[in-house]
T-cell receptor, first 116, second 112 residues
Framework: NAGVTQTPKFRVLKTGQSMTLLCAQD?????MYWYRQDPGMGLRLIHY???????AKGEVPDGYNVSRLKKQNFLLGLESAAPSQTSVYFC???????????????FGPGTRLTVT | QQQVKQSPQSLIVQKGGISIINCAYE??????FPWYQQFPGKGPALLIA?????SEKKEGRFTISFNKSAKQFSLHIMDSQPGDSATYFC???????????FGSGTQLTVLP
């Protein structure tokens, strides 16, 4: 199992450009999430999905859109990139179960995005 | 409103010492309290987690202490090792959406 993979690993954009980050998981997980990580601010939830065809807003959704057309993929789009979106983006997935670790999220390796 | 406050921001411990990281939360609806460990260039990974019906959980050298009345929980790393040097995040969760809200992180350095 590859787990959670993210494409690309690095990207530099100019202000106003658009791009899509791809997250893929091979664990048949129902839930998927997109976070951004900035120094001193931990990880903040951008959008999430509780199943194929569903999406919902997280803590910091402005400037981002998402789609989950297939259960294994979760796409994060930036329509018009801004310098404030310079960050490391992490995708995660989790599954429905019971017990102490029923909320465990499995994270990908991250995408480092710089907007100039 | 910051839902979970984590301290300290950074921590330096000698090998063999005890590392203690603290988190405080506001919302009593949270029902799951995990700690994640992140090494440079990697994504976070679950280290240990606790539910509010117990006051302590231990896994190897890692222990979570949970104080429901004070709305605080902490991570204790016993016999800290240089390989424990990483950033640690506490988090809180609730609800069927399984959303996590993370603390700001603690950068732990264990000196050899």
């Amino acid at each position: 199992n590859a787990g959670v993979t993210q494409t690309p690993k690095f990207r530099v954009l100019k202000t106003g450009q658009s791009m899509t980050l791809l997250c893929a998981q091979d664990m048949n997980h129902e839930y998927m999430y997109w976070y951004r990580q900035d120094p001193g601010m931990g990880l903040r939830l951008i959008h999430y999905s509780v199943g194929e065809g569903t999406t919902a807003k997280g803590e910091v959704p402005d400037g981002y859109n998402v789609s989950r057309l297939k259960k294994q993929n979760f796409l994060l789009g930036l329509e018009s990139a801004a310098p404030s979106q310079t960050s490391v983006y992490f995708c995660a997935s989790s599954f429905s179960t019971t017990g102490d670790y029923s909320y465990e999220q499995y994270f990908g390796p991250g995408t480092r995005l710089t907007v100039t | 409103q910051q839902q979970v406050k984590q301290s300290p921001q950074s921590l330096i411990v000698q090998k063999g010492g005890i590392s203690i990281i603290n988190c405080a939360y506001e919302n009593t609806a949270f029902d799951y309290f995990p700690w994640y460990q992140q090494f440079p260039g990697k994504g976070p990974a679950l280290l240990i987690a606790i539910r509010p019906d117990v006051s302590e959980k231990k896994e190897g050298r890692f222990t979570i202490s949970f104080n429901k009345s004070a709305k605080q929980f902490s991570l204790h790393i016993m016999d800290s090792q240089p390989g424990d040097s990483a950033t640690y995040f506490c988090a809180v969760a609730s609800g069927s959406a399984r959303q996590l809200t993370f603390g700001s992180g603690t950068q732990l350095t264990v000196l050899p």
